[in-house]
């Protein structure tokens, strides 16, 4: 087995930086159509009914040899038959070279007037014309199924009627758009909605603080709360987080690069390490979580473990940006009971995993109704007879399942309910907005102790969000699109990993498929590069950003993430139906086997 990474000449990477051009124009080119066994639930909106999807039953021809090292010589056609009310801009060949000149117009502008810190446009050179359910359409007709979905921010996808008609009904009506915190029936029928969904100890006994219109913000509120609370000054965050880029959210970050270049960032913030059944920080996969929580526990409690007690540990149920890693239920648990035994505030950024994103309704919900019995055995999965935590010599039980949550503030004792992970403050941003901008934070109500205008932010009264806000939580409710998530996500995690394991070329670069609900990620890695300390390859980023790139192509919009940017990440809207994850994995598998051929061309 080869434990080295082989030098790459001059030539080759000539040839990959051809390969990942970002001037290369997206093309839609196609996949065959399998039918779902799911329901497609095509009532949920009239935009995504199959009747509406694109053809794409004629797919593209591969690259020819002497094309593999540059990709701009491979000229495809968009998507075709969008049906007559569809032909926005499709009416014909000058019609789409109108479009193409347009996009270039446009991406040439952006490059020359928009800031270098832009970021998607460099991966996804796109100008989008218009969006409708799942799909989306560029300035050249060609249209694309969309597992971007604003950062996980679509819930409902692109223009959903609910939407429309609440934001509608609140231009109609003269309500001034921005209230800073003036009370409005629109913001009451809001905050009236969220707590029906909240979790029951937070909804019964909370507070919600209206943030600035991004979750960074509302991170920010929540780390200046609980030092506010505790007096006390030093944070815990995660290898592999993300909470915006804010000062204080960038340094409870895990990614260094965005930070390296900014200095005097939020002091005191201390990083632990997240649990991986894949790759684990250890270097033990099996023994992952065990080994986490008992370092979490040594920080906390070890007087000479040269960390202060900090105001708060900060965790996402879900690691996002972090490259899709869902935090193992048993060892959430463990969290939240050693925080509450030793007075740090519990922050649970549910920014990006909130309304039913991760198939449940919120992250934490997936650590709160396993049975109190359940035995741990230091994995995210298997029998407990796997993990060397359960042999006699290691009496301790890892994760004292046992353990009954409680949280003291001064002489208040807060009983929870055993095995639930109901966090003191919440941070919730992206859907809850229904695609508008709206940030809060909801904690329990002995933790309100900050005075007037401590937290404050002249875009926390967006009424038309509110109203948007509303409309989509309760949609999401009264349709069980978490559940309904939870399906969908089965059925896209088991065909991703139907691909891992089909022994095929690209299935080699597959280190692991993970995810939750309609969270899921994909991680590569070079077959033939050097090992970690668990004896798995490295990450590739270099084949994950062109994967992407060749379901651009195809008509799919995704997003990469995690260590250097190596998980492929689909986060498509809760309306997604059966067929077009069934279409979205078959453009998968086409993208993957021509990504291995460029690979090995370069």
């Keep these: 087995m080869r434990t080295d990474r082989e030098t790459t000449s001059p030539q080759s990477q000539r040839a990959m930086s051809n390969l990942l051009s970002p001037t290369i124009p997206p093309l839609s080119a196609a996949a065959s159509s399998q039918t779902s066994s799911l329901e497609t639930h095509s009532d949920l909106t009239p935009d995504v009914s199959p009747a509406s999807l694109p053809d794409l039953a004629a797919p593209a021809d591969p690259p020819a040899p002497e094309q593999a090292a540059g990709l701009n010589a491979w000229v495809g056609k968009p998507v075709g038959r969008h049906g007559a009310k569809e032909r926005t801009f499709s009416t014909g060949q000058r019609a789409e070279q109108a479009g193409l000149a347009l996009t270039d117009e446009l991406l040439e502008r952006q490059r020359l007037r928009e800031s270098n810190a832009r970021s998607y446009p460099r991966k996804l050179p796109l100008v989008l014309a218009r969006g409708s359910g799942m799909q989306v359409y560029d300035t050249a007709g060609r249209v694309y199924l969309d597992c971007l979905a604003g950062a996980g921010s679509l819930a409902l996808g692109h223009g959903h009627p ?25 913001k009451d029928a809001f905050v009236e909605t969220l707590f029906d969904l909240l979790p029951v100890e937070l909804a019964q006994n909370g507070r919600v603080q209206f943030c600035g219109p991004s979750g960074a913000d509302a991170v920010e509120a929540a780390v200046k709360l609980a030092k506010t609370v505790t007096g006390k000054r030093s944070l815990f965050a995660f290898h592999g987080a993300y909470h915006g880029m804010t000062s204080g959210a960038l340094a409870l970050t895990g990614a260094i690069a965005a930070k390296s270049a900014v200095p005097n960032l939020m002091g005191d913030v201390h990083f632990l390490p997240f649990p991986s059944s894949y790759r684990c920080p250890f270097g033990t996969p099996h023994m992952s979580a065990g080994l986490c929580s008992a370092y979490t526990e040594t920080v906390l409690r070890d007087q000479h473990a040269g960390v202060v007690p900090p105001a708060a540990l900060i965790v996402e149920p879900v690691q996002g940006e972090g490259g899709v890693n869902p935090a193992p239920p048993a060892w959430l648990r463990e969290i939240r009971a050693l925080t509450a035994e030793t007075g740090a505030m519990l922050i649970v950024d549910e920014v990006q ?29 298997g029998s407990p007879d796997e993990s060397p935590n359960n042999s006699p010599e290691n009496a301790r039980d890892g994760l004292h399942s046992n353990r009954q949550s409680s949280h003291k503030t001064g002489n208040r004792v807060e009983n929870q309910p055993p095995n639930s992970v109901v966090p003191d403050i919440m941070v919730l941003s992206k859907a809850i907005g229904g695609g508008l901008p709206l940030s809060v934070v909801v904690y329990r109500s002995d933790l309100d102790v900050w005075g007037p205008g401590a937290h404050a932010g002249t875009f926390r009264g967006n009424t038309t969000a509110m109203a948007a806000g509303t409309a989509t939580i309760d949609f999401v409710k009264k349709q069980g699109l978490a559940a309904r998530a939870a399906r969908l996500g089965d059925r896209f995690l088991a065909l991703l990993r139907q691909v891992q394991q089909s022994g095929s070329p690209g299935s080699t670069w597959i280190g692991d498929v993970r995810g939750l609900g309609l969270m899921l990620g994909v991680e590569f890695v070079n077959p033939q590069g050097r090992l970690d300390r668990s004896g798995r390859p490295f990450p590739d980023g270099c084949m994950a950003a062109v994967v992407q790139r060749e379901m651009l192509r195809r008509g799919v919009i995704a997003e990469t993430g995690g260590r250097e940017n190596s998980v492929l990440r689909f986060l498509p809207p809760l309306i997604v ?26």
């Excluded at 609140?170 to 029936?185: E, F, K, Y």
């Excluded at 995993?353 to 999965?381: C, S």
């Excluded at 139906?577 to 021509?594: K, P």
């Design 577 to 602: 139906t059966g067929e077009q994850i069934d279409m979205i994995s078959a453009i998968f598998v086409e993208a993957l086997d021509a990504a291995v051929v460029l690979r090995e061309m370069a």
């Design 353 to 381: 995993t909130g309304l039913g994103r991760t198939g449940r309704m919120w992250g934490i919900d997936h650590a709160t109704d396993v049975p109190q019995a359940e035995p741990w055995d230091g994995t995210q999965a």
């Design 162 to 186: 609910v939407v429309t008609e609440a934001i509608g009904k609140v231009l109609a009506s003269g309500l001034p758009l921005q209230t800073l915190d003036l009370a409005s029936p629109v």
